[in-house]
């Protein structure tokens, strides 16, 4: 995979993907662009409970998750994942009222 900035990322057809990979849907999806997280929350609100996987081991990606999460008042709505344990600590200190979880790449080793 290559970096993709931001801006371009939120404008490009990601319904088409989709369109390809699931021709057995009647609806169709080409033309749609992805959402900001905000944006979502915006749309949404309490009507959806939310997944949201922290991908970056960023330092700030969990301060600003956050504050669009307070922002929306959805942390009732969210648990917060990530493979990144250190992510999961700074959420878990900053927010200690929404949920986290680890996320495992392979679960055979783990002993449950």
Do not use: C
């Amino acid at each position: 995979m290559q970096p993709v900035d931001a801006a371009d990322l939120l404008q490009m057809d990601i319904g088409s993907w989709f369109d390809r990979t699931h021709p057995e849907v009647d609806e169709k999806f080409a033309g749609k662009t992805l959402d900001t997280l905000s944006a979502l929350l915006e749309k949404y609100g309490k009507h959806f409970r939310y997944h949201v996987e922290l991908k970056s081991e960023d330092e700030e990606l969990v301060k600003f998750a956050l504050a669009d999460i307070r922002k929306h008042g959805v942390e009732d709505n969210v648990r917060l994942t990530s493979f990144a344990f250190e992510q999961l600590k700074r959420a878990r200190l900053a927010a200690p009222d929404i949920p986290a979880g680890l996320l495992v790449r392979d679960a055979t080793r783990l002993r449950l």
